[in-house]
């Protein structure tokens, strides 16, 4: 027997590993890890919290003093000043002069430190906003695939109701070629296939439209081989009692990043009004320096010879020590306006903190209202599905004994079809917007 079909398998197998991985299909699980890990969106507002990271260790290191130093070099020619021996002379001459000098602020109304606790606060605020940057894409992601769900169990069955119609073209041509049954009869179905066809190919077309929105949602760069993995939806999860709204209320303010950051933008800005405020306050800094330099124009006293440099290095140096103690008196009225528009940005944080607050109340009304309706739906037409069923089996039992025009059998079964679709549309609605409650109540996404 040849080895040879053996040895192209293998190599199949080695050369081809990555394709077959990436046709395993996708839980919604992976969908959100692999969207919070690549979004770029997410990525540009990490960049965001770095900033207000460099922000705060800025804020940190401004408390140390400044310390500064320089040479310069300087070269005269015709008539000037020595700038060591105040002397006039009209010879060419040269110098040299080194310094260094530090600043420290003492005192400035404790502006210093009120920013750093406001930087602090900005830095928190950032990272809540990344959280709920986060949260955003991991419901939008939940969504889309409920939605893909939602269309491949729309498209199975324009599917199974195409394969039924055929099967019922079948029956009525050898019905018609026996006589049992006028020719129109048989047109009459066969005008319902190809209606069934449209219906499926337009149901395949939603679903690889839908399909598509996942993936870019999920910025995949080849989406061709992307599938999803369906839940096991055995039973669904009946809840006759959702809880209270103001219980999921109370719950979403203590675990939504955005009331936290709502929050933190209020204390933020009242930081920043303690700053203006601070600007009033006098500010104390000192500064000390040291400084010498070097000239061919400085003779030795002694020797009348240029002092040698070492000598004037010592000779030349200074050092000084100094305080500087300011009051603001009147500057354009500048501190003061400062102060009244940081109260009125204190007053807008707080509007923000209750519109946040009104806007998620609002949400979870909206959510408990939907997931009520879509339950009751769902249980109305559950039972709308059953009687439908059973209609529809008793027609097509009065259709192949001829009891029954082709007509009728359409309607029963276009009923069905009808309520079908209505069943799955209340069914993934309730499940959505349990879930929805439940990520209030701060239990994270999950289709289990």
């Given at each position: 027997m040849?080895k ?11 050369v081809f590993?990555r394709?077959?991985?990436q046709?395993?299909p996708?839980?919604?699980t992976r969908c959100i ?8 969106s997410?990525?540009?507002?990490a960049?965001?919290v770095?900033a ?13 003093p ?6 310069s070099q300087?070269?005269r020619f015709?008539?000037?000043?020595d700038?060591l ?8 001459s ?5 310094y ?11 502006q210093n430190?009120r920013?750093?606790?406001r ?6 605020k950032?990272?809540t906003?990344l ?6 894409l991991?419901?939008g ?5 409920l939605q893909?769900l939602?269309?491949e169990?729309l498209?199975e069955?324009?599917v199974q109701q195409?394969?039924i ?5 079948d ?5 018609v ?6 020719k129109?009869d048989l047109?009459e179905i066969?005008a ?10 337009n149901a ?11 993936a870019?949602l999920l910025d995949?760069k080849n989406?061709e ?14 809840l ?6 103001d219980?999921?209320y109370q719950?979403a ?5 955005q009331?936290r ?5 209020l ?10 405020r ?9 500064s000390?320096s040291y400084?010498?330099g070097?000239s061919d124009r400085?003779k ?15 000779f ?11 009051v603001?008196?009147f500057?354009?009225w500048?501190?003061?306006?400062g102060?009244?528009?940081?109260r009125?940005?204190v007053?807008n944080?707080?509007y923000n903190?209750?519109?946040a ?7 979870i009304?909206q959510a ?11 249980r109305?037409t ?15 039992q009065?259709?192949n004994?001829?009891?029954?025009t082709?007509?009728?059998y359409?309607v ?7 309520a079908?679709s209505e ?8 499940i959505f917007n349990?879930?929805i409650?439940?990520f209030?109540?701060g ?5 289990k």
């Amino acid at each position: 027997m040849s080895k040879f079909p053996l040895i192209l398998a293998a190599a199949c197998m080695l050369v081809f590993p990555r394709s077959v991985a990436q046709e395993e299909p996708w839980t919604l699980t992976r969908c959100i890890t692999y969207a919070l890990d690549n979004n770029i969106s997410l990525k540009q507002q990490a960049l965001s919290v770095d900033a207000a990271k460099n922000n705060l260790a800025q804020s940190k290191i401004g408390l140390l003093p400044s310390v500064n130093s320089g040479i310069s070099q300087s070269f005269r020619f015709g008539r000037s000043v020595d700038p060591l021996t105040y002397q006039f002379t009209t010879e060419n001459s040269k110098g040299a002069s080194f310094y260094t000098s530090s600043d420290l602020d003492l005192f400035r109304g404790l502006q210093n430190f009120r920013t750093i606790e406001r930087n602090r606060l900005d830095l928190t605020k950032n990272l809540t906003d990344l959280e709920k940057a986060k949260n955003d894409l991991s419901l939008g992601i939940a969504r889309m695939f409920l939605q893909v769900l939602f269309n491949e169990e729309l498209h199975e069955i324009a599917v199974q109701q195409y394969e039924i119609t055929r099967q019922q073209v079948d029956r009525t041509r050898k019905m018609v070629d026996a006589g049992s049954l006028p020719k129109g009869d048989l047109l009459e179905i066969q005008a319902q296939l190809a209606t069934e066809e449209l219906n499926e190919v337009n149901a395949k077309n939603q679903l690889d439209l839908s399909y598509l929105d996942l993936a870019q949602l999920l910025d995949l760069k080849n989406p061709e081989n992307f599938r999803i993995q369906r839940p096991t939806f055995e039973a669904i999860r009946v809840l006759d009692n959702l809880g209270s709204i103001d219980g999921v209320y109370q719950s979403a303010l203590n675990t939504l990043p955005q009331i936290r950051s709502a929050e933190l933008g209020l204390k933020s800005l009242q930081k920043d009004l303690q700053i203006s405020r601070g600007r009033r306050s006098p500010t104390l800094s000192m500064s000390a320096s040291y400084g010498t330099g070097y000239s061919d124009r400085l003779k030795d006293f002694v020797t009348g010879e240029t002092m040698v440099l070492r000598d004037q290095l010592d000779f030349t140096s200074q050092t000084s020590l100094g305080f500087n103690f300011n009051v603001p008196i009147f500057n354009g009225w500048s501190t003061q306006t400062g102060i009244r528009n940081a109260r009125l940005s204190v007053a807008n944080g707080k509007y923000n903190l209750e519109l946040a607050q009104n806007q998620l109340l609002k949400e979870i009304q909206q959510a408990f209202a939907d997931a009520n309706a879509s339950l009751n739906r769902f249980r109305a037409t559950e039972k709308s599905v059953q009687a439908l069923e059973e209609a529809f089996r008793y027609a097509d039992q009065k259709l192949n004994v001829g009891m029954l025009t082709s007509l009728e059998y359409n309607v029963a079964k276009n009923n069905l079809t009808r309520a079908r679709s209505e069943l799955l549309q209340a069914k993934y609605n309730y499940i959505f917007n349990t879930r929805i409650l439940d990520f209030y109540r701060g239990i994270p996404i999950d289709l289990k």
